[in-house]
């Protein structure tokens, strides 16, 4: 099974940035559609963007204009541009691996963590 490397998580400013990474080992990268979710404290956890193989986006209503999702299959690895960030995006920060050839994946998670 794949496994899923996040970082880049921190401790950040309202209005601030931050970009993560999620690094994947393996060379079927390409076949895997990526996301991003996010738990905060006593919530479930909710999908914040999406990119297909095919490299279309999609997003939370609630991150809309602000995150930006990507990818790089020539390094396996995926990321998630944040800014504008205001204290309810503080939650844990989960990287997801899907393919119809191959179980799906998950990271160990990345706190982030916006305050002032």
């Known amino acids: 099974q794949v496994q899923l490397v996040e970082s880049g998580g921190g401790l950040v400013q309202p209005g601030g940035s931050l970009r993560l990474s999620c690094t994947a080992s393996?060379?079927?990268?390409?076949?895997?559609?990526l996301a991003w979710y996010r738990q905060a404290p006593g919530k479930q956890r909710e999908l914040v963007a999406s990119?297909?193989?095919?490299?279309?986006?999609n997003y939370a209503d609630s991150v809309k204009g602000r995150f930006t999702i990507s990818r790089d299959n020539a390094k396996n690895t995926v990321y998630l541009q944040m800014t504008s960030l205001k204290p309810e995006d503080t939650a844990v920060y989960y990287c997801?691996?899907?393919?119809?050839?191959?179980?799906?994946?998950w990271g160990q998670g990345t706190q982030v963590t916006v305050s002032s």
């Open positions: 997801n691996a899907k393919s119809q050839f191959f179980p799906d994946a």
């Open positions: 393996t060379s079927r990268f390409s076949v895997y559609a």
């Open positions: 990119i297909t193989t095919g490299g279309r986006e």
